[in-house]
């Protein structure tokens, strides 16, 4: 315990220069009472960085708040992969100006100074940028106090969180073996996307070695043809698949609402986990058709910008998971709300954690899945050697759930070095014309549809 110098705690007490001599007991009460209240000195923001690596190809993007404690900084992940160069500027030009030399300990109140101050808000880049600074204000707070983020908000409800892996393939006996390798991994949660041949499907790899060709060059994407075979997808893992897993499915919006509607109806057979984003965010209102005709549990959310915009979903108890991109919602502080509101309402957390989320992100998916009471899944993407090499610290998985890192804040230390040693850039084909960006999807007529 601290010792008050005995000269300050008589100057102390001795008001108008009456000295006051303590007794042993009241010496050691007003100790334990300074100690109780004793307040940690206030960091102050020194410096605002913004680092950026692409160790698999994708563009990762993370936040660094130095403060002017000596050896105190903290990191925020900020990665909005398909617009990476637009976040930086956000960061630099316009968050670091409001709010260097700004106390660290006030999150809340730095993250709706930074919410208010572009007054047009609720855009991916301007949330990822709030989001690096939020995170990094969280590591910064934990690092302070000792304690991994988990610990922050309440300590663990669960010891490590349960997670699926993505089997896919071009061909329907490939997912089905890709999934058994997740088992024989220990995963008891699996999600299951196949390709339509000469089709670019989502997340089952490209169109193939026969593109199918529309009346338009470039990739093509027919909905009805992906909405038979992901159901015949599903009777086969149903077939040769221990029952005991839990099969879920992204249809990534790419269906009209009213196919989603029947996809939901036709795939209720197969009992899965969820279906995740039957509907694009301008069709929400289909949701209450979904809940109406079947009980295929549904996430959704990816896409969305604002917490409001799960609100209506939530309260009407319309769907079953919050599939936030943490980072795309503004980070850790807007997504506890969300996960607290949810919880009310029986829906639990699925929060978005594919490859375009740092390590830093991935911390805070499982940080809240760890800590939240309504966890429902956690999505599990691998770090592969060179993001383990940058970032030194991600969660680990073993028998498919994933643990945090005990180490103060996030755990996690970012080598920048080797991170400018993976820089942006890197990608192939279009994705590499297009700065990072993703290429245009059309239907076999040439209309556009979503990616
Ligand atoms: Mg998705």
């Known amino acids: 315990m601290k010792q008050i110098p005995r000269r300050s705690l008589l100057h102390l007490l001795g008001g108008a220069g009456a000295l006051t001599v303590l007794t042993p007991r009241a010496l050691a009460g007003e100790q334990a009472a300074a100690q109780a209240v004793r307040a940690m000195p206030s960091p102050k923001i020194k410096d605002i960085s913004v680092i950026e690596t692409a160790p698999g190809g994708v563009r990762l993007t993370v936040v660094k708040i130095t403060t002017d404690q000596a050896g105190l900084y903290g990191y925020g992940c900020a990665t909005f992969t398909q617009r990476a160069d637009l976040v930086k500027p956000a960061v630099e030009r316009y968050l670091k100006p409001l709010l260097l030399g700004k106390p660290t300990d006030r999150i809340e109140d730095t993250w709706q100074s930074a919410y208010f101050s572009s007054y047009w808000k609720n855009g991916p880049v301007l949330n990822n940028a709030i989001s690096g600074i939020d995170q990094a204000l969280w590591d910064i707070k934990g690092r302070q106090a000792g304690m991994p983020v988990y610990q922050l908000l309440g300590g663990k409800c669960r010891e490590g969180v349960d997670c699926y892996g993505h089997a896919s393939g071009s061909e329907i006996q490939q997912v089905v073996d890709s999934a058994k390798n997740y088992i024989s991994q220990g995963f008891r949660h699996v999600r299951v996307q196949v390709g339509v041949p000469g089709m670019e499907g989502y997340g089952a790899g490209g169109q193939g070695t026969a593109p199918m060709t529309g009346l338009v060059p470039g990739p093509v994407f027919e909905p009805a043809y992906y909405m038979r075979r992901a159901l015949k997808l599903f009777e086969e893992c149903r077939k040769q698949l221990p029952l005991e897993i839990e099969l879920l499915h992204d249809v990534h919006e790419r269906v009209s609402p009213n196919q989603g509607v029947q996809f939901c109806k036709d795939a209720e057979q197969f009992k899965l986990f969820f279906v995740e984003d039957p509907l694009s965010p301008e069709d929400i209102a289909y949701f209450r058709q979904i809940r109406q005709q079947c009980a295929t549990p549904i996430a959704m959310g990816e896409l969305f910008n604002s917490p409001h915009e799960w609100q209506g979903l939530i309260a ?3 769907i079953d998971y919050i599939r936030i991109h943490v980072s795309q919602a503004g980070g850790l502080t807007p997504c506890r709300k969300v996960a607290a509101f949810a919880e009310q309402f029986g829906v639990k957390t699925a929060w978005h954690g594919p490859g375009d989320v740092s390590p830093v992100g991935h911390m805070a998916n499982v940080t809240l899945g760890v800590a939240c009471y309504n966890f429902g899944i ?6 592969n050697a060179r993001a383990q090499e940058i970032f030194k610290g991600c969660p680990v998985m073993k028998n498919g759930y ?26 192939t084909g279009a994705r590499g014309q297009l700065n990072g960006g993703w290429g245009i999807l059309r239907r076999l007529d040439g209309t556009v549809i979503k990616q």
């Open 316 to 318: 009407d108890r319309l």
């Open 378 to 383: 956690n999505e599990y993407s691998p770090f």
């Open 402 to 427: 994933l643990y945090p890192n005990d180490a103060p804040g996030w755990g996690i230390e970012v080598d920048e070095k080797a991170a400018a040693a993976a820089p942006f850039g890197t990608e």
